[in-house]
């Protein structure tokens, strides 16, 4: 299958998982069902092997581009979700947040779908939101929030993200309390009751103004310093 980024074709093989654009290819790293399994309510009897997800991290269209980011401390990646059911949950990715930066403010990110359907689930210590999203909306990830994306389609879902290159995501509590306080249950959203407060889940517009997010940062790089 094909997908576009600025414009420029680029070409998904479903059999070798690498990405291809001008006869350059990239390889992922994977996520896979072993790695993921404690983040569902319930388990299935999937090979533990199975691929669920695929990164390709620090990924541009010319060593220029390349250049541009890493100036501004930024990185461009590209994710692709398979259609993939675990239990009664859709796939989704394994949740993260972000820690502060040396002015003490959360590090944000900011994604964008290129090809089909998304939710993004936010969540901190006093609140829980989602966001729905299609091809081409770009959502921002609320500063001092956990995050994941869930698969919200009967195909593979594939998106992109501009994030800081100075930190490296934490976990910390949530995984006590078996991750998230909502789970997307067979479409509806069910308490995880391993917490026992009364935050309740609700929709919430984080989409923001943006065509192609590849394209906004090498036109307006500056633009994108607030996610340092």
Not at 95 to 105: G, L, S
Request: hydrophobic letters at 35%; aromatic letters at 18%; proline letters at 1%.
């Amino acid at each position: 299958m094909k997908f576009k980024i600025n414009n420029k074709e680029i070409e998904f093989n479903k059999n070798t998982f690498e990405i291809i654009v001008d006869g350059k290819s990239k390889k992922p790293d994977i996520r896979t069902y072993k790695q993921m399994k404690d983040l569902y309510l319930e388990n299935t009897d999937l090979d533990e092997n199975t691929s669920l997800y695929l990164m390709y991290r620090d990924f541009y269209l010319s060593k220029e581009d390349e250049a541009l980011f890493k100036k501004y401390w930024l990185r461009y990646d590209v994710t692709i979700m398979l259609n993939i059911n675990i239990w009664k949950e859709k796939n989704k990715t394994f949740w993260h947040y972000h820690p502060k930066n040396e002015f003490w403010k959360y590090y944000e990110e900011v994604y964008q779908v290129l090809h089909w359907k998304a939710i993004y689930l936010q969540q901190n210590n006093v609140d829980t939101f989602f966001t729905n999203a299609k091809t081409n909306d770009v959502v921002l990830m609320e500063t001092g929030y956990g995050h994941i994306t869930i698969n919200d389609s009967d195909d593979i879902l594939i998106m992109a993200n501009i994030v800081s290159n100075n930190f490296s995501s934490e976990y910390g509590e949530i995984e006590k309390k078996k991750w998230w306080r909502y789970y997307l249950v067979e479409n509806k959203w069910q308490k995880n009751l391993n917490y026992d407060d009364k935050i309740w889940i609700y929709e919430k517009n984080m989409k923001i103004c943006i065509n192609d997010l590849y394209w906004d940062f090498l036109k307006n790089p500056e633009k994108f310093i607030y996610l340092n």
